[in-house]
């Protein structure tokens, strides 16, 4: 697994006449966690769609290492790009172990079983969102969280060099909202996530991009764009940003709701 570059160029993206996502550009370096943050409906989850390919641009390109990723063949695009998306709730009737062995499908030849490689990717992806113990469950008897981290996991298999994400730490508890971000930060992948926890973005992304109505309104290190000013105009909301004293990270906290336009912030 190597990282790639990511370039989102001047993309936009509809919905019969909706509008979804204007003129939005991004850039992820090789290694790069960037995190997608805003508000419900801001459109994060549509644009990862425009990375993994299910929802074409109306205008302007994605291009994964250089290439637009809509033109790659159906197989390099699964070897180079996994995504872990909030629609990946389906039945599986396989064990644990099959959905996990599932994420090395684009690197084998057709009926191809496991080698020794495979299956020492596999027992290292089922170790980093622990859940070794659950190799041989049923995928459809899991909880929530327990199937979040084996797609996770399955994602992990695959090798990728471009890992895309959407809201990975729903369903999971604290301890395991800790350790998924704490792999993906270990991950030799460039790694483009949404996520609603503005401390956890701020804690385990390189740079974050806001959004709001469809457009970047804010983009750079945690540090530069989590501003109470930035949280009254975008979420709506009163709040304050410290330094967190042993990460060094900013920490959002919030006061309030909706500032009040005739009073000092906060009151």
């Known amino acids: ?25 991004l850039t992820a370096r090789p290694g790069e966690v960037i995190g997608l943050v805003g508000p419900n409906g801001s459109g994060k989850s549509s644009l990862l769609r ?13 291009r994964v290492d250089g290439e637009d990723a809509w033109s790659l063949p159906v197989r390099r695009l699964a070897r180079t790009v996994a995504a872990v ?52 469950r049923p995928f459809d008897r899991l909880s929530g969280g327990e199937r979040q981290r084996v797609l996770i996991a399955r994602a992990l298999a695959q090798e990728p060099a471009l ?3 959407d ?19 270990r991950l030799p992948a460039t790694v483009l996530v949404a996520l609603h926890d503005l401390n956890l973005a701020a804690r385990y992304c390189d740079r974050l991009y806001v959004l709001d109505d469809g457009e970047v309104v804010a983009s750079g290190a945690p540090a530069d764009v989590l501003t ?8 709506g909301v009163t709040g304050e940003v410290a330094v967190h004293p042993l990460t060094g990270a900013p920490q959002v906290t919030f006061l309030s709701g909706p500032p009040d336009p005739g009073g000092p912030a906060g009151g």
């Open 1 to 25: 697994m190597t990282a790639t570059a990511l370039v989102i160029d001047g993309v936009t993206l509809t919905a019969g006449a909706r509008r979804l996502v204007r003129d939005v550009s």
């Open 50 to 62: 425009a990375v993994y390919r299910v929802l074409r641009p109306a205008t302007g390109e994605v």
């Open 85 to 136: 998306t909030q629609e990946s709730a389906a039945e599986f009737d396989l064990t644990v172990r099959e959905v996990v062995a599932m994420g090395r499908t684009p690197h084998k030849r057709l009926l191809a079983g496991d080698t020794a490689e495979d299956a020492g990717l596999i027992a290292s992806a089922l170790a980093a969102v622990d859940i070794t113990e659950l190799t041989e």
């Open 163 to 165: 890992l895309v994400m």
């Open 167 to 185: 809201e990975p730490t729903n369903h999971l508890d604290i301890r395991h909202q800790l350790s998924v971000l704490g792999a993906l930060r």
């Open 228 to 235: 109470p000013v930035l949280l009254a105009e975008v979420y």
